[in-house]
Each structure stands twice: as structure tokens, then as C-alpha cells.
């Protein structure tokens, strides 16, 4: 098959890639050239900006993909700037989307694929949702749309928290060894799906040029969860230091940083449990096994022995302490 990433670089798509090479698929990769040296050997590169309709249009005459994927696609806008460039060179048009769109307060457990996408609280959810809309209404024998719906998926690279200084890891690792609280929200109860890049390549795959797969939408997670506590654990266990934790209500997070909002209400306060079963239907090799306890040393490894990942977010940092420190003042006023 002859497949096209747009994009390509993230956490997902590297591993993906690996996989379709093996498959000895023909793989290109779109994108601006900023990021590639994770792209594995084997890729085919052409350079573009995506967002220059009429350059993308020129770049590709001659082109025609049994697969195109789309990894970087945020708004309704995007999309049907898409259907604009790639209706008539392919037979298929994956859109990644996010389980995160699926309906809060989420109605039933496990999640399946059948529950509506309504989530009030992130607008990036509600873009996704928009966008699955959009493709639906132009899905057609040639112009096949497949959508995918990962959660929280997780490489060597990508130390897993809560409430992240996004790109700056060493910011809770630093927090952590000066024995500084650390905010779980809620009762850290709720339990949280994480997914192994690797492990969603081996599902995803199935679905590029599966006639099965067209017009239908999947998610791909792990069948292992975790309370946001024992991931916390994890870390800790790692940097040989004993948790210290602080419980506060989301709500009251929130209100002092309202940043975290679409994060927290829209996705992580609730339980991701996911039922795995429509995807497994196409990928019967598709078993997640890869626990976050075995990749934790890997990423704190890497982080500790290079300087470049060290950075510290000190305004993250205030607002954490902030917050703990309004929480704790109204906690013993009463």
C-alpha cells in the first residue's frame, strides 16, 4: 500500500510508522520538515505546510494514496480544507480524533464507540466532535473516512501527571525530590486508561487500506487503568521517594486556575474505561500489555541525563503552590 501521513513526528505516529515500514507499506510524511529526525529510515518525505491549500494541491499532481492519515487536524476548518486536497487521491481518510469527546459526565461504563460525543467542558473536544461531524457528512465510496479516538498514550519520553507543565517533565520530578505536595484531584480514585504508543500501532494498523474500517469510527487504548494515586506512586517509587499528597476537589482547582479546566472536567476527573472489543474485531493481535510501572525508570532515566529536559516551570510551580496553599487556609478556617 502507498500511505501518507500528515504530520507524523508525534508520540502516535512515530510508532505507527515503524510498523507499516515492517509491513513493507510505501510511507510518506507531510509536514514541514521541523521535526524529523524521529522519522525511522525507510520514510519518504515531502515538505509542505499543510495549511497552504493550493502548495499542497501542486506538490501532490501525480500522487494517489490507498490511505491518508491525518494526525494533526484540530477544527472543522482543517478538515474540510482536507476534503478540498485529498478528495480524488484516496480511497481512505483517517482522522485522528479523541476519546476525550466522548459525552461528560460519561454515561456507562466500560465506553464503547456507541456513546454520544458531547463534552461541554473542552473546547478541543467539542472541535474533535465538530470535525467526526463534518467527515461523516462527506464519507463516500470514494472518499472513505475511518475515525480513531486514542486517549492518553504515553513513549519513553512522555512522564505522565495530572496536572503537567506541558514539555517541561523535570518541573515534577524537581517538585517530587524537594518533598513539595502534590496536587491530586478529587479523591484520586477515578480511574485512568494509559496506552503505550507501541501497543496502539499494532491496532491501528489494521484499520489502513480495511475496506472493514471505512466509515466507521474506533477507539484504541490499553485494557490496564490506574487511580491518578498510583501513578503518582509510580513516579515516586522511581525517584526513591515516598508521596506527598494533597487532595482538592476540582472545582476549587479550577477556580484558581482555569487553564485546567478542559483538561481536568472535560477529561481526567472522570474514569477512562474503555470496551476494546470493536477494534480487536479487525486487529485479533491487538493486546496491550506494556504496564507504566516497566517504562517510568526509562523516562526518568533519559530526563535526569540530559541537561536540555531539565528546564523547571517556577510559574507552574506558583500556581500548584498557590492553590495548595488557598485550599489548606480554607481547609483550616473551618
Known amino acids: 500500500m502507498k500511505i501518507l501521513f500528515i504530520g507524523g513526528t508525534g508520540i502516535i505516529s512515530t510508532a505507527v510508522s515503524k510498523l507499516v515500514l515492517k509491513k513493507n507499506d510505501e510511507l510518506y510524511v507531510l509536514n514541514r520538515g521541523n521535526n524529523n529526525n524521529k522519522l525511522p529510515k525507510g520514510v519518504k518525505f515531502l515538505k509542505g505546510d499543510i495549511n497552504n ?3 499542497i494541491k501542486d506538490l501532490l499532481k501525480g500522487y494517489y494514496f490507498d490511505a491518508v492519515v491525518q494526525w494533526i487536524a484540530y477544527t472543522p476548518e482543517q478538515v474540510k480544507r482536507d476534503y478540498n486536497i485529498f478528495n480524488g487521491l484516496t480511497k481512505q481518510y483517517v482522522f485522528i480524533s479523541s476519546a476525550s469527546a466522548y459525552q461528560k459526565p460519561v454515561p ?9 460525543l458531547d463534552n461541554p467542558y473542552w473546547d478541543y473536544s467539542d472541535n474533535k466532535k465538530q470535525c467526526e461531524e463534518y467527515l461523516q457528512s462527506i464519507s463516500s465510496d470514494d472518499f472513505n473516512v475511518t475515525i480513531i479516538r486514542p486517549s492518553h498514550t504515553y ?3 512522555l512522564l505522565i501527571y495530572i496536572l503537567t507543565a506541558h514539555g517541561k517533565p523535570m518541573t515534577q520530578i524537581d517538585r517530587i525530590l524537594k518533598g513539595k505536595k502534590v496536587i491530586i484531584p478529587g479523591d484520586g480514585t477515578s480511574l485512568w486508561t494509559i496506552t503505550y504508543n507501541a501497543d ?3 491496532g491501528f494498523i489494521e484499520v489502513l487500506g480495511n475496506p ?3 466509515n466507521e469510527a474506533f477507539h484504541i487504548t490499553s485494557n490496564i487503568y ?3 494515586e498510583q ?3 509510580i513516579i515516586c517509587n522511581v525517584l526513591g521517594v515516598k508521596p506527598n499528597v494533597i487532595h482538592i476537589p476540582t472545582d476549587f482547582i479550577v477556580k484558581y486556575a482555569p487553564q485546567f479546566e478542559g483538561g481536568l472536567k472535560g477529561d481526567k476527573m472522570w474514569s477512562g474505561i474503555f470496551d476494546n472489543s470493536k477494534i480487536k474485531k479487525l486487529a485479533p493481535n491487538f493486546n496491550p500489555q506494556t504496564r507504566y510501572e516497566d517504562i517510568v525508570p526509562i523516562q526518568i532515566k533519559r530526563i535526569m541525563e540530559n541537561p536540555d529536559l531539565q528546564t523547571i516551570d517556577y510559574e507552574h510551580n506558583d500556581i500548584i503552590d498557590k492553590i495548595i ?3 489548606e487556609a480554607r481547609i483550616n478556617s473551618n
Open 53 to 55: 491549500e493550493e502548495e
Open 108 to 116: 456507562t461504563y466500560p465506553i464503547t464507540e456507541e456513546v454520544p
Open 155 to 157: 513513549d519513553e519520553e
Open 200 to 202: 496502539f500501532a499494532v
Open 212 to 214: 472493514k474500517a471505512y
Open 226 to 228: 490506574y487511580t491518578w
Open 231 to 233: 501513578i503518582n506512586e
Open 325 to 327: 496553599s488557598e485550599y
